[in-house]
Nanobody, 120 residues
Framework: QGQLDVSGGGLVQAGGSLRLSCAAS????????MAWYRQAPGKECEIVAS?????????YATYSVKHRFTIIRDNDKNTLYLQMNSLEPEDTAMYYC????????????WGPGTQVTVSS
């Protein structure tokens, strides 16, 4: 299994921005479709956005996320990013990255994630 180091979370006011980074080791993300996930308190983990191995295909889970977040991958740096703009309190969650669940398996160990807290 590969390892993932997620960073970039924090406390931000509604309307603010954050850029999350997911640095991989042990495996090359270029071999996988990748995704960002989040889990809010008391809720199940949900996929936020996914990106194919080449970057050609991108999907966002909701209309709201699609128009505020951008998933980016840099295979040369073995790093996945999530640019989050116009943050809302509803975005408050622990954020994780891993291979896309639709690939049939998770190919990286789940790291501790990064906390995003959006205040109103």
């Amino acid at each position: 299994q590969g390892q993932l180091d997620v960073s970039g979370g924090g406390l931000v006011q509604a309307g603010g921005s954050l850029r999350l980074s997911c640095a991989a080791s042990g495996r090359n993300i270029s071999d996988y479709n990748m995704a960002w996930y989040r889990q809010a308190p008391g809720k199940e983990c949900e996929i936020v956005a996914s990106i194919s191995w080449s970057g050609a295909n991108i999907n966002y889970a909701t209309y709201s996320v699609k128009h505020r977040f951008t998933i980016i991958r840099d295979n040369d740096k073995n790093t996945l990013y999530l640019q989050m703009n116009s943050l809302e309190p509803e975005d408050t969650a622990m954020y994780y990255c891993n291979s896309d669940q639709h690939s049939g398996a998770y190919y990286f160990d789940w790291g501790p994630g990064t906390q995003v807290t959006v205040s109103s």
